[in-house]
């Protein structure tokens, strides 16, 4: 079965902290996996989009890392500020059909204090 | 910023109620997809369109029913309203191809049958 497990639920940090998220995934055949940043009440916004051959990719203070081996992903803010405090979300897409097929984590919800 | 918009941001309503919700992109998007989220949940596939007059339920079960008329528009209806339906619903559109085209949210419209 086609999951995506997303660790930790929930998490807070201070501001200025650095942390990561984790997103294991078994999605078959692996397509590209994407990290959402959702702020509540609203839709998500992506952040990256990694393919099979990606290990990393930085989008500002965001760098999401992927190993396609072991079908692991992370996503690591570096200097958190209080903006960041939001569902950050990994989705994994197949390669099995033309809709590519996007499976969601539930995602991580991130709280940054002052 | 992506140009896909949801109206309305809020509704609630009581059971029994038909209701619309709207969503229209102005990117010219072929596919375009709704999703319904729980509060610390992951979304699921309601609804989806690879253009007009081409509609497909998705993952999950849902009573509601969509249209594609026009390439911008992608309308979502519910014929009597039920508590359960309570949810916030989100539109998101993709362009065309496959692999890591993106794929943009709208704000999503939270919906609170009493």
């Known amino acids: 079965k086609n999951q995506v497990e997303q660790s930790p639920q929930s998490l807070i940090i201070l501001e200025g902290k650095n942390c990561t998220l984790q997103?294991?995934?078994?999605?078959?055949?692996?397509?590209?996996l994407r990290w959402y940043k959702q702020d509540t009440g609203r839709g998500p916004v992506s952040l990256t989009i990694?393919?099979?051959?990606?290990n990393t990719k930085s989008n500002g203070r965001y760098t999401a890392t992927l190993d396609a081996d072991t079908k692991q992903s992370s996503l690591h803010i570096t200097a958190s500020q209080l903006s960041d405090s939001a569902s950050y979300i990994c989705?994994?897409?197949?390669?099995?059909?033309?809709?590519?097929?996007?499976?969601f984590g539930r995602g991580t919800q991130l709280t940054v204090w002052p | 910023e992506a140009d896909i918009y949801q109206t309305p941001r809020y509704l609630v309503i009581g059971t029994g109620k038909k209701i619309t919700l709207e969503c229209s992109q102005t990117?010219?998007?072929?596919?375009m997809y709704w999703y319904q989220q729980d509060p610390g949940m992951e979304l699921h596939l309601i609804h989806y369109?690879?253009?007009?007059?081409?509609?497909e339920k998705g993952d999950l079960s849902s009573e509601s029913t969509v249209s594609r008329i026009r390439t911008e528009h992608f309308p979502l209806t519910l014929e009597s309203a039920r508590p359960s339906h309570t949810s916030q619903y989100l539109c998101?559109?993709?362009?065309?191809?496959?692999?890591?085209?993106?794929?943009?949210f709208g704000p999503g419209t939270r919906l609170t049958v009493t």
């Open positions: 989705v994994v897409s197949d390669r099995g059909s033309t809709l590519g097929r996007l499976y």
């Open positions: 997103c294991n995934y078994t999605v078959s055949p692996f397509s590209n």
């Open positions: 990694m393919t099979f051959s990606e």
């Open positions: 990117m010219g998007h072929d596919k």
């Open positions: 369109s690879y253009g007009v007059n081409s509609t």
């Open positions: 998101a559109s993709v362009s065309g191809g496959t692999g890591s085209t993106e794929q943009y």
